[in-house]
């Protein structure tokens, strides 16, 4: 059972360039969020998409944007990078749906894009 | 304002001590759920236990501990009898019942435990 996967693994931009990381959820999950870590900091929330909608959206400036295929797979976007966007950034998986339940909650974290800005 | 924290940046010891790791949460919800993961060099979060708000009870899981207590807001880690392989940063997490699915973070705490 393949887990949460996410490319690349590592990638270096300029400023002002625009970026496009993927990720894959865990099998049979359809929830996706993205998180970026700074460096030394824990990881703050970006977004969250289900149903290949934007369901819950962090403090992130429009830059940030994303999208959900069919297949529950995601994209995060950056446009107009700073040297502040670099971090890591953690795609994590859940099972969504409505209602509330114990497993809405579980996320399955994948290894994380590094993203370096110069 | 922070949602969770943990305010001991880094933490060393040495193999076979016991070391328990702190956090202090923030919420007005009812319903909301306490994490810890670990995130050793390789960058990927481990998820090591979740609470919810209703059940104050302690938990151990073989050298690892959890003690959640309501009343102070706290869920803090213990790692009994340390190993080398303990090594790697530990994050708090807290998700509320009015925003399922997002996890808001603490800053971590390094820990180091030394042979």
């Known amino acids: 059972d393949a887990g949460v996967t996410q490319s690349p693994t590592h990638l270096i931009k300029t400023r002002g360039q625009q970026v496009t990381l993927r990720c894959s959820p865990k099998?049979?999950?359809?929830?996706v969020s993205w998180y970026q870590q700074a460096l030394g900091q824990g990881p703050q929330f970006i977004f969250q998409?289900?149903?290949?909608?934007?369901?819950q959206r962090g403090n992130f400036p429009d830059r940030f944007s994303g999208h959900q295929f069919p297949n529950y797979s995601s994209e995060l976007n950056v446009n107009a990078l700073l040297l502040g966007d670099s971090a890591l950034y953690l795609c994590?998986?859940?099972?969504?749906?409505?209602?509330?339940?114990?497993?809405?909650?579980?996320?399955?974290f994948g290894p994380g894009t590094r993203l370096t800005v110069l | 304002a922070q949602k969770v924290t943990q305010a001991q940046t880094e933490i060393s010891v040495v193999e076979k001590e016991d070391v328990t790791l702190d956090c202090v949460y923030e919420?007005?919800?009812?319903?909301?759920?306490l994490f810890w993961y670990k995130q050793p060099p390789s960058g990927e979060l481990v998820f090591l236990i979740r609470?919810?708000?209703?059940?104050?009870q302690n938990e151990i899981s073989g050298r690892y501990s959890w003690n959640f207590q309501k009343s102070t807001s706290s869920f803090n880690f213990t790692i009994t009898a340390s190993q080398v392989v303990d090594s790697a940063v530990y994050f708090c997490?807290?998700?509320?019942?009015?925003?399922?699915?997002?996890?808001?973070f603490g800053r971590g705490t390094q820990l180091t435990v030394w042979p």
């Open positions: 998409y289900y149903e290949e909608e934007e369901r």
């Open positions: 609470r919810n708000s209703f059940d104050e």
């Open positions: 099998s049979g999950h359809d929830t």
């Open positions: 997490a807290l998700s509320e019942g009015s925003t399922l699915g997002r996890l808001y």
């Open positions: 994590a998986s859940s099972l969504g749906g409505a209602g509330i339940s114990e497993a809405y909650n579980e996320q399955f």
């Open positions: 919420t007005r919800d009812t319903t909301y759920y």
